[in-house]
């Protein structure tokens, strides 16, 4: 279930679990909350592949 919690910002339990996890496609990246092609995710913060977006 999403939630808008206080306008933009959207709460989501896989995104919550995910985020500050280890990247499984390159080594040393964390994936941080941002938005990936219009659509809310986890992404790599050094190799920018996505580890859960949400249509």
Same mark, same amino acid.
């Given at each position: ?5 206080? &306008?933009?910002?959207? *709460? ?10 280890? %990247?499984?496609? /390159? +080594? &040393?990246?964390?994936? *941080? ?10 992404? %790599?913060?050094? /190799? +920018? ?7």
């Amino acid at each position: 279930m999403q939630q808008s919690v206080g &306008g933009d910002a959207v *709460v989501h339990p896989v995104i919550d679990a995910l985020e500050g996890a280890d %990247c499984s496609f /390159c +080594d &040393g990246g964390t994936l *941080v909350r941002e938005e990936y092609k219009g659509k809310n995710a986890v992404v %790599c913060e050094s /190799c +920018d592949t996505p580890g859960v977006q949400l249509w």
